[in-house]
């Protein structure tokens, strides 16, 4: 995994924590971290002199670059979402017809667990956007999260037909049409109750305002969920954690970059896409 030492709020010492934190929870983990030496110094001196090899430093570049030149499998930061997007995917590359890759996370619900997206990605989609997301969101859940027929919702601010602004109303029409089980027009409290969809679909503004919120009112509850967003159409596993983000956070980010990588879970959600013929370029502009 190829974890970023300078991203984050209180980097590089938050960073060296969650790594560190990682390496003994994971015996398997090999940590490629990147960012200025003398911060990677502190992760290799508080291992035992056997364990050293589990960490390769790379003093210059990005994750992303690292993982694109087959240093790492996977990347791991909690910096800047919008450098990290754009540096994922220039260096990696998007899958085909993804113009606008979003962010999806995992939120505890009343119900169980619910797929948000996008959470920070994209902040000013068209409705041909969400119509890709929603594509891709649905895939996800089914792929990664085991849902073989996921309801996917369309987040406004209300349920009835035609609630919200121009963006929704007509991302609800493309929505309509799509090959998918559309559960319709859902609102912030279905997003807490979790019974009227498996899969919440927004833009990343809202999306990151709404997942914030959350999680402050979960603070202090015990939860299963990672603290940390997938990124969905680049060419390479890329998982983003908050800009606050504590070490545990951090160590959690890397396990699941490291379980996505294992479980082959993005190339799953690729090959469901083709295998049912949800061509991203009906719906997309490019």
Not at 150 to 171: F, H, M, N, Q, W
Request: charged share 20%; with cysteine.
């Amino acid at each position: 995994m190829a974890v970023d030492l300078l991203g984050g709020d209180q980097a590089p010492a938050v960073v060296v924590d969650g790594a560190l934190r990682a390496l003994e929870d994971d015996p398997a983990l090999h940590l490629t971290l990147v960012g200025p030496a003398e911060a990677a110094d502190a992760v290799l001196r508080a291992l035992h002199p056997a364990q050293r090899h589990r960490i390769t430093v790379v003093p210059g570049g990005t994750t992303a670059e690292a993982v694109a030149a087959g240093l790492a499998d996977a990347l791991v930061s909690a910096g800047d979402t919008a450098v990290t997007v754009v540096s994922a995917a220039r260096a990696l590359g998007r899958w085909p017809g993804i113009r606008r890759p979003p962010l999806a996370a995992v939120l505890p619900t009343a119900a169980g667990r619910l797929i948000l997206l996008d959470v920070g990605s994209t902040v000013d989609p068209d409705e041909a956007t969400l119509a890709v997301h929603a594509r891709l969101g649905a895939a996800y859940a089914v792929a990664v999260h085991g849902i073989p027929d996921p309801r996917v919702g369309l987040l406004t601010i209300g349920s009835e037909r035609g609630k919200g602004d121009r963006l929704r109303r007509a991302a609800a029409l493309l929505l309509e049409d799509l090959p998918l089980r559309y559960a319709g027009l859902v609102e912030g409290g279905d997003v807490v109750r979790g019974t009227a969809a498996d899969v919440v679909v927004t833009d990343g503004f809202t999306g990151n305002v709404l997942l914030k919120a959350l999680e402050t009112a979960y603070s202090g509850q015990q939860r299963d969920e990672t603290r940390a967003a997938v990124l969905l159409g680049v060419a390479g596993i890329v998982v983003v954690c908050h800009g606050a983000a504590t070490g545990a956070d951090l160590a959690g980010g890397i396990a699941f970059a490291a379980d996505l990588h294992r479980r082959a879970s993005l190339a799953a959600v690729i090959a469901l896409l083709t295998s049912t013929m949800l061509s991203y370029n009906e719906v997309s502009h490019e």
